[in-house]
């Protein structure tokens, strides 16, 4: 596996004015591997934007390197890093704490009567956010941690928090325009099951994978 970050040149607006919405994104994500469009052979390729001081990134994760070249294409020049995932993954292990961040598309199904396949529809509230997320750790190989957040009189114990929550706009080929619910987590976290917490890692969490949804990334915590 592959980790790839490039600042992307928002000070240029002629050269960034093709992406106004999440396929304008997910079809640079997807050019930027042209030996996977060659041979027709395809891999999920995760993926998220993020802004850290002031400056906006796309953060790539695949299994196979991009093409640097291709990866500045809406880039800063000389901002484009790829480096192999597989040995920060091999020094995971059960118990350690991490800090985390993700960003994700909290859903549920509502049932229809009559019907088979349920209705997708978005969590809107807080509170239903955070409880999407806590439903979900067990099973994804890790438990979420209290920790302690500096507050106005007193410090607030809290597990994680939400710092970002939008409703940016999905262009598909046919069909009218959606908008899809993003929310982006930070927190901390123990791993309970390194083996699938690993695949958690590498596969996603929750849906719109394609559209920038699902990646979890982890530090260490001091």
Known sequence: MYLSRVEIDTKNRYK?????HLGAFHNWVEQSFPKELATGIRHRHLWRLDTLAGKQYLLVLSETAPDADLLLTYGVPGTAVTKSYDPFLSRL???QLMQFRLTANPTHTISRPGQKQGRVVPHVTIAQQRQWLADRAEKSGFQLVEQSIVGTDEDVKQVFDIVGRDWPMLHRKTGRGVRLSRVTFEGLLRISDV???KQTLTSGLGREKAFGMGLMTVIPED
Do not use: P
């Open 93 to 95: 292990q059960d118990g």
């Open 16 to 20: 960034t004015r093709d992406l106004t």
């Open 195 to 197: 083996a699938v917490f």
